[in-house]
Nanobody
């Protein structure tokens, strides 16, 4: 049974930083890609960032490029989202997701429909 467990959310002032973690278990993820999505009240779930387990390829939403960094630690089966220079509009519930298989050289998907497993979400609130 696949489990994705997020942690690291909280309340931070604008300009501050947070690091989200997603611990994955229940299968071998080496052929998978991992993504972070977020959903603010009254809005659709939106793509934030994605990374492949195998070669570390990444993709970011334009709104977070240069501020957020996604990374993975294969030994710990954990994916991270380092969020710097946070803005009030980054306030949302952040979800970790896994999908696959990933083929090296392809563009990571930003569609939530192509992710098979989801975590329960962690709240990030950025105050102005």
């Amino acid at each position: 049974q696949v489990q994705l467990v997020e942690s690291g959310g909280g309340l931070v002032q604008a300009g501050g930083s947070l690091r989200l973690s997603c611990a994955a278990s229940g299968r071998t993820f080496s052929r998978y890609y991992m993504g972070w999505f977020r959903q603010a009240p009254g809005k659709e779930r939106e793509f934030v960032a994605a990374i492949s387990w195998s070669d570390g390829s990444t993709r970011y939403a334009d709104s977070v490029k240069g501020r957020f960094t996604i990374s993975r630690d294969a030994a710990k089966n954990t994916v991270y989202l380092q969020m710097n220079s946070l803005k009030p509009e980054d306030t949302a519930v952040y979800y970790c997701a896994a999908g696959g298989p990933y083929w090296s050289g392809t563009v990571l998907t930003l569609s939530p429909h192509e992710y098979d497993y989801w975590g329960q979400g962690t709240q990030v609130t950025v105050s102005s």
